[in-house]
């Protein structure tokens, strides 16, 4: 596991969103903010960097958004 600083601060806030949205996708029973909120959580265990960390945060929000909006 990569122990740089940086890395460690910015894998606090996938993690954070992620929590946040799996409770309120557990609370309302909302699939995809749940499916949502495990994946931002899990996310920074598999991106070994601050640029895969930032790309794959950006890539589930913007995939959990363009699923919400769809209708799910």
Partial sequence: MNLD??????SLIPSGVGFVLF???KKQARWPQLVGGLLF????YFTP?????IGVGTALGAVLYFLIRAGW
Avoid: E, I, Q
């Fill in 23 to 25: 409770v309120y996708g």
């Fill in 5 to 10: 600083m940086t890395w460690l601060f910015l």
């Fill in 41 to 44: 959580m899990v996310c920074p």
């Fill in 49 to 53: 960097n601050v640029a895969s960390v």
